[in-house]
């Protein structure tokens, strides 16, 4: 026997697991297709795709640890959301719930989708599922960072365009509720988000009620 090291080949245990950055990769070329545009960065972009780049990013700034499945969740949180448009459904807040209902379940399902067609494993698929619905949203640590995530977005990147022309008091209501739904670690990052004219009034005003 030689006195050379003893190397061993790494184990064969089948296909190599899907690749975290594929499964992003391929969100983003479904979110291309958005007919919509939005101002970004680089000029327009289809805006599910600028979306689901910003909630990533802001996912990274706020939730370094997160796993797999909520960075897979994150991104795909607006998944070809154009399809079904808002004026699809009703008027009126039954409407406009029923509309955000079927959004989550649609959204679930394209993920599902798109990562079984990339060999994702059922469990994680179902797990990226169950936070996309926002299941047990206060009782689960991942779902309550994803709506932090998305709270956050909104008061970063939508906020100011939409309070444009709004009246104060509804912009106001709309900031109390947006701040209940999120959690202490997502208020903590709101605080530090670099607002300021208008919707830095409006924020000093909700929370101050």
């Not at 391929?26 to 000029?43: H, K, M, S, T, W």
């Not at 969740?73 to 409407?95: C, F, M, T």
């Not at 599922?129 to 960072?145: H, I, M, S, T, V």
């Amino acid at each position: 026997m030689s006195g050379e090291p003893l190397t061993l080949d790494p184990p064969t245990t089948g296909p190599a697991a899907p690749d975290l950055a594929e499964a992003l990769a391929a969100f983003d070329r479904a979110n291309a297709a958005d007919p919509n545009l939005e101002d970004g960065p680089e000029g327009p972009q289809p805006k599910e795709l600028l979306y689901g780049r910003r909630m990533s990013a802001c996912l990274a700034q706020v939730y370094p640890e997160a796993s797999p499945a909520l960075r897979l969740a994150a991104r795909a949180q607006h998944l070809e959301r154009w399809r079904i448009p808002r004026k699809s459904y009703p008027d009126g807040r039954v409407g406009y719930l029923t509309w955000r209902r079927d959004l989550k379940a649609f959204h679930a399902e394209r993920a599902a989708e798109i990562l079984r067609g990339l060999g994702f494993d059922e469990a994680v698929i179902g797990r990226v599922g169950a936070l996309l619905r926002k299941e047990r949203l206060k009782q689960d640590p991942e779902a309550q960072a994803l709506e932090d995530v998305a709270c956050l977005v909104f008061l970063t990147h939508h906020f100011a365009g939409f309070a444009e022309g709004q009246d104060d008091g509804k912009m106001i209501d709309i900031l109390r509720k947006t701040w209940r739904k999120m959690s202490d670690r997502g208020h903590q990052a709101a605080l530090a988000l670099p607002l300021d004219g208008k919707p830095l009034q409006l924020l000093e005003a909700a929370l101050a009620g």
